[in-house]
């Protein structure tokens, strides 16, 4: 089992900076794919971005909402993954989870989430 834990949510003005985090435990090996998601109250959950385990650095993927504003970057020593969001928005708001992949079997790993608001 992985647990997740997701920190550094909160309220900030748009075109503000915030940045979240997620500390992972557990069996972590063999995780291919960390990322983050988000839920809006009403709508399906999303992907905002994802990186891969290969590698050093690791391939990365965004939604095109947050091309260009956010950035994932994770610290294997740590067993972390960031999510940096610049510029944020009004319709950035919402719960943020981060999600693992991988393990054995290769199995779905959520965080609790945190709340992350854009309002002035």
């Known amino acids: 089992q992985v647990q997740l834990v997701e920190s550094g949510g909160g309220l900030v003005q748009p075109g503000g900076s915030l940045s979240v985090s997620c500390v992972a435990s557990?069996?972590?090996?063999?995780?291919?794919?960390t990322g983050w998601y988000r839920q809006c109250p009403g709508k399906e959950r999303e992907l905002v971005a994802a990186i891969n385990s290969g590698g050093s650095g690791g391939r990365t993927n965004y939604a095109d909402s947050v091309k260009g504003r956010f950035t994932i970057s994770r610290d294997n020593a740590k067993n972390t993954v960031y999510l940096q969001m610049n510029s944020l928005k009004p319709e950035d708001t919402a719960v943020y989870y981060c999600?693992?992949?991988?393990?054995?079997?290769?199995?779905?790993?959520w965080g609790q989430g945190t709340q992350v608001t854009v309002s002035s």
């Open positions: 557990g069996r972590i090996l063999g995780i291919l794919v």
């Open positions: 999600h693992f992949f991988g393990g054995f079997p290769p199995s779905h790993y």
